[in-house]
């Protein structure tokens, strides 16, 4: 089966169209494929060769880390772009192989010029000391995260240079601590960090202080010495 489009979405419908006992189908061929969609879908070894090769440029991914290892197996030096978005069985989030799965994963994108890991589950529960991404370009952070493991995650990751953080409403336990934290910062950070960071978006709800975002707003600038852009977004809802 040979396709002309430039993009092909696969996902769990497809998955049990193509391997449907009752239908034999041709090795599939996308000799014009440039953009490729994984939706929580693990595939085969024969897949996996006919897709991850020339002309494909960009891979986002949506699904379990486990898959997203085997998927790396194939070479993927050729990329221009990988994108992920890791999901977790239900009520459960990572394991402790966890962080030792993302660096070997992140080992793995040397010549990829965009890698873009969008988290919105809560595993940052992880020594930050642990961790290895020197690859890693686009970070956006979707749920709740303590501010001090923000700086740390900062530090850790020197060649990040784009930085997106939606700000949840914590309890005011949480928000002191933070506060108190981000007053002392320079007892923790004396001088700012090596992050090549150049682009920071900050989106709150109408439910976050102003006065507590401007001030980490500022902290951050100071942190993030070669920061060219700030975009903040409050009030609307975070999902853009």
């Given at each position: 089966m040979r396709l002309a489009g430039d993009k092909f979405k696969y996902c769990w419908s497809d998955e049990a169209y193509l391997r449907s006992e009752?239908?034999?189908?041709?090795?599939?061929?996308?000799?014009?494929?440039n953009n490729l969609i994984i939706?929580?879908?693990?595939?085969?070894?024969?897949?996996?060769?006919?897709?991850?090769?020339?002309?494909l440029k960009r891979i986002n991914y949506h699904g379990l880390?486990?898959?997203?290892?085997?998927?790396?197996?194939?070479?993927?030096?050729?990329?221009?772009?990988?994108?992920?978005k890791l999901a977790f069985k239900k009520d459960r989030g990572?394991?402790?192989?966890?962080?030792g799965s993302i660096n070997e994963l992140f080992r793995k994108t040397e010549n990829i010029k965009v890698v873009h890991w969008e988290i919105d589950s809560n595993?940052?529960?992880?020594d930050?000391?642990?961790?290895?991404?020197?690859?890693?370009?686009?970070?956006?952070?979707?749920?709740?995260?303590?501010?001090?493991?923000l700086f740390k995650i900062i530090a850790a990751v020197p060649n990040l240079n784009y930085l997106s953080?939606?700000?949840?409403?914590?309890?005011?336990?949480?928000m002191e601590e933070d506060a108190m934290f981000l007053d002392n910062l320079k007892q923790a950070y004396p001088v700012p960090s090596a992050s090549e960071i150049k682009t920071l978006a900050l989106h709150y709800s109408r439910f976050m202080s102003h006065e507590y975002v401007?001030?980490?707003?500022?902290?951050?600038?100071?942190?993030?010495?070669?920061?060219?852009?700030?975009?903040?977004?409050?009030?609307?809802?975070?999902?853009v």
């Open positions: 009752s239908t034999k189908l041709p090795k599939l061929e996308f000799p014009k494929l939706d929580h879908t693990l595939l085969n070894s024969a897949e996996r060769q006919s897709l991850l090769r020339a002309p880390l486990k898959d997203l290892l085997v998927l790396c197996r194939q070479n993927i030096s050729g990329l221009d772009e990988l994108s992920l990572p394991d402790a192989s966890f962080i595993i940052f529960r992880f930050t000391n642990r961790i290895n991404w020197p690859h890693l370009t686009h970070l956006t952070i979707r749920t709740a995260i303590k501010i001090d493991m953080l939606h700000l949840f409403t914590a309890t005011e336990n949480a401007a001030f980490l707003q500022n902290k951050l600038q100071w942190f993030l010495p070669l920061l060219e852009n700030v975009v903040v977004k409050g009030k609307g809802r975070f999902f």
